[in-house]
């Protein structure tokens, strides 16, 4: 059985006290004013709040609040750039009276062509409804209600499409016939535990069941497996039109390995992106926003400024979208990834797409860039493009970055600026023991929106350095000075928000 551990949101609302639990407190105000808790709204008014916080918001308004904190975060860097890196600071002051305070020129945010339905993966938990419906399959509202989560259909929610909507009904029609329960993140009893479901701009549709063991037999899993296959192949959820099913059956032995079984349909959904065809695993990142994803991408193609003479250094690629749409531009593409899923899936979409100037390795950056920026030394152009995690890039790989000979642009794309801070200041600090090779200088940054209606916005750098010896675009190359007291904190802004995940 699984071991009951205890919910980390419970933890949050004991430490809070009255809190709501979804980490602000009962005092706590949402960017359009709303209360984080009002008893006048109703159920799926304070699910919406909680899963797209600016749904209230003309998009136009979302877009300013969303340019106002990126604003907020590159003032910020600007201010720690000045005091941590004095070598700068007659460069940084010059670039502050060209760009309104800022280190760098901030470009008006890009906008999402669609607003609504956008998100082609969706993970729901399931639960009990406010209403006490059990069994229910949504997002969790975060409330705790008698000791109970609170799990709400999506039905209302505006980025959800309709076709995941529509297998969230099929999939909670199923459960609750079922004589297994759901699972209990409290107590940790229970079976059915998460569904997660991929669409693509064409057929595809694929469907992920997390379902936890317990003490159930190998037979008696098979069934459950067997029933949900024959639910979505021949009955009620046929008409949801899955075309790749899977299941991970858990167990308390292996709690840190994820292993999806096919058992409806194909293994893969295929997306098209800008005239491309990629390949999508059931645990393979992909941009949740397909569309939005394609004005990143012709972005990043910009910035690059790549031609046929440019090695490509994509790192943490995914299933290879970036590189691989800016191949037929370069001489090489390099990716860089740890999922090794996502990996295969890079390989298999070069070879579909005809491109054969990839190479993809797999395995943390950290271990693998600085063997791999080794081999480079002889590349003339060298392009960097980074699309990480949240917390950013390891320090590793950035030492790997500045050593790489020839790379002299960098294209950043950040998904959390405000946890990123510190790679940004990492790649200008001048040569030191710990970072060797020329620092980068910050030319400039745009907010790209691919979440409406969310907070959340993500923010492409771009930095350059010469690697000509000239002594232009240096950014202070001298030995680093001793470390000095650390610097006060910068004086706060009330005309922006604060920078939110």
């Known amino acids: 059985n699984a071991r009951p551990l205890e ?13 709501d639990g979804d980490g602000r407190g009962k005092k706590a105000r949402r960017e359009d004013g709303q209360p984080a808790e009002d008893a006048d ?19 136009d308004e979302q877009l300013e609040l969303k340019q106002k904190n990126k604003r907020e975060l590159l003032r910020k860097f600007t201010y720690s750039l000045e005091h941590s890196i004095p070598d700068q600071r007659d460069w940084i002051r010059e670039q502050k009276k060209k760009n309104e305070g800022l280190c760098c020129l901030l470009e008006r945010v890009r906008p999402s062509p669609v607003t609504t ?12 409804s406010p209403g006490g419906e059990e069994k229910t399959v949504g997002f969790r509202l975060g409330l705790y209600k008698g000791g109970q989560i609170s799990v709400v259909n999506p039905s209302s ?3 959800v499409p309709e076709r995941s909507k529509a297998v969230v009904q099929a999939f909670q029609t199923y459960i609750r016939q079922s004589d297994l329960a759901a699972y209990d993140p409290v107590t940790h009893k229970g079976h059915w535990r998460m569904l997660t479901v991929r669409t693509t701009q064409g057929a595809g549709l694929m469907v992920m069941v997390t379902f936890h063991r317990q003490s159930l037999s190998e037979e008696e899993v098979e069934k459950e497996k067997g029933g949900l296959a024959a639910f979505f192949r021949d009955g009620d959820g046929r008409a949801c039109g899955v075309t790749s099913l899977h299941i991970h059956v858990q167990w308390q032995g292996d709690k840190n390995v994820i292993h999806f079984e096919n058992i409806l349909g194909e293994k893969h959904i295929t997306e098209d992106l800008l005239g491309l065809k990629f390949r999508v695993s059931p645990q393979a990142f992909f941009q949740v926003n397909t569309l939005g994803a394609e004005i990143l991408y012709t972005l990043i193609a910009d910035w690059a400024q790549v031609d ?18 800016l191949a037929k531009k370069v001489e090489k ?8 899923q996502a990996v295969d899936d890079a390989k298999e979409n070069a070879a579909i797409n005809g491109v054969s100037n990839v190479t993809f390795y797999c395995g943390k950056a950290e271990d693998l860039l600085p063997d791999i920026t080794t081999q480079l030394h002889r590349c003339l152009d060298v392009v960097g493009i980074v699309d990480p995690p949240r917390a950013g890039l390891h320090p590793r790989v950035l030492q790997a970055v500045r050593r790489c000979p020839h790379l002299n642009r960098l294209v ?10 510190q790679n940004f200041i990492n790649l200008c600090r001048p040569v030191s023991k710990k970072m060797k090779g020329m620092p980068f200088r910050l030319v400039k940054a745009i ?5 409406p209606h969310a907070s959340h916005c993500e923010l492409v750098l771009l930095f350059e350095r010469n690697l000509r010896g000239d002594g232009e675009g240096r950014g202070g190359a001298q030995p680093e000075p001793p470390p000095a007291a650390p610097p006060p904190p910068p004086p706060s802004s009330s005309s922006a928000s604060s920078e939110t995940t």
Not at 310 to 322: F, K, P, R
Request: aromatic share 8%; glycine share 12%; with cysteine.
């Open 333 to 340: 593409v390099i990716g860089v990834e740890m999922n090794q």
């Open 447 to 451: 907010p790209v929106d691919l979440f």
């Open 117 to 128: 339905g956008y998100r082609n993966k969706c993970e729901f938990s399931i639960g009990t």
């Open 308 to 325: 046929g003479n440019t090695t490509l250094l994509d790192i943490c690629c995914g299933t290879g979208t970036i590189g691989i749409s």
């Open 412 to 421: 950043y794309v950040s998904c959390d600026a405000g946890q990123a801070l």
């Open 157 to 159: 929610c505006l980025n």
């Open 7 to 19: 919910d980390p949101m419970l933890a949050s609302k004991r430490k809070l006290g009255d809190g």
């Open 41 to 59: 709204l109703t159920v799926e008014e304070r699910l919406n709040f909680a899963v797209t916080p600016l749904w209230k918001m003309a998009y």
